[in-house]
């Protein structure tokens, strides 16, 4: 057992666009155990977007990131101490540990993992909370039937990838809006959408229409600003959209939109979701990708840094899009 561990914590909020100064990497003493907790060492790091709107000084729908303290994140590692009786050394277990070698939890919020039909770093992602965000989104707010035709932005990354292979699942017309060729040819030849738009060819909105004869009927929407405004241009009366993330505003772009007027004349009907305030959801929701993933029903794709000194970088590279499916930081 080691006598230390490093972890990453904010040592100052960003103003703008997120800068590696704004992490620090420290050695700290591994604590001992108290009755009830368990020792996890993590062996996967998650990074996601909603962490950006953490590190600000507003809190919004949850307390802002504090400073000086551990960078708030979910992980999967192995129990290597217990004073629980729940958790037995060497199980597998999900957690909100963060950017951290090690942690210690009370078991409260930890969950045991079945890493036998599913890979360990699947459930920070799939079979994760990105994969319950496209789970809940399109079964609980879009709603989407068949034949219907299904708009997803940010198409090729964690949740947007899953939402998109849910709906042709259910046989819908699955649009994706992703950056690059590369990302718009792995949508469609490897996940299976019916087309893809490349928001970074420069005729968004031209291309989205020639991808959408018969309009758009559910929107997922991930990144706000351009996507959202050119899929409100093409819906149908009666439209649905699931309002997950607005990552296009993270660096502080304009997230304004033009077309507000079709909310009203097409009747639509748009919802922003957290996905940790529907836990009602979750034992249903994890249920069913798991087996979707199992059987090869659902594919997925991950971009993994090596060590937890690459967080900071890594995680700036998805802010910026560099990151290919859900972005890990291997640990172990």
């Known amino acids: 057992m080691p006598e230390t561990y490093q972890r990453i914590v904010l040592a100052a ?4 666009a997120v800068a590696p100064e704004n992490f620090r990497l420290e050695t700290v003493p591994v604590p001992e155990l108290a009755d009830g907790e368990v020792l996890i060492r993590n062996h996967y790091l998650s990074l996601d977007p909603y962490m950006r709107g953490r590190m600000s000084k507003v809190a919004t729908y949850a307390a802002s990131q504090a400073l000086d303290e551990t960078m708030i994140g979910g992980t999967v590692g192995q129990v290597v101490a217990s004073r629980n009786a729940f958790y037995q050394e060497g199980d597998y277990v999900n957690g ?13 919020l930890l969950r045991k993992l079945d890493t036998t039909r599913i890979p360990l770093p699947a459930f920070l992602g799939v079979v994760g909370m990105p994969g319950m965000a496209a789970w809940y989104g399109f079964n609980q707010i879009m709603e989407a039937a068949a034949g219907e035709t299904v708009v ?13 292979q849910l709906a042709r699942l259910r046989g819908c017309r699955v649009v994706g809006i992703a950056g690059g060729p590369e990302k718009c040819a792995y949508v469609v030849n490897e996940l299976g959408f019916d087309a893809c738009v490349d928001y970074k060819a420069g005729n968004l909105e031209a291309d989205l229409a020639a991808a959408t004869p ?11 600003g351009a996507c959202l405004d050119a899929a409100l241009a093409r819906t149908n009366a009666f439209a649905r959209i699931a309002l997950c993330g607005l990552i296009g505003g993270f660096t502080g772009a304009d997230m304004s939109i033009k077309n507000a007027r079709a909310l009203l004349l097409n009747r639509l009907t748009l919802r922003g979701f957290i996905i940790t305030e529907h836990m009602e959801y979750w034992q ?10 199992a059987n090869k029903q659902i594919k ?9 000194a690459a967080a900071p970088q ?13 972005q890990l930081v291997k640990l172990i």
């Not at 018969?214 to 706000?224: H, K, L, P």
């Open 13 to 16: 909020r960003p103003r703008g």
């Open 96 to 108: 909100m540990l963060g950017w951290a070698e090690m942690g210690v939890s009370d078991g409260l």
């Open 152 to 164: 997803v932005s940010a198409a090729s990354g964690a949740v947007g990838s899953v939402v998109g």
């Open 214 to 224: 018969d309009g758009i009927d559910a929107i997922f929407e991930n990144v706000g």
């Open 284 to 293: 249903q929701g994890l249920q069913e990708l798991a087996v979707l993933v």
């Open 300 to 308: 997925y794709r991950e971009t993994v840094a090596e060590g937890l």
């Open 314 to 326: 890594a995680f700036i590279g998805l802010l910026q899009g560099h990151n290919f499916g859900k």
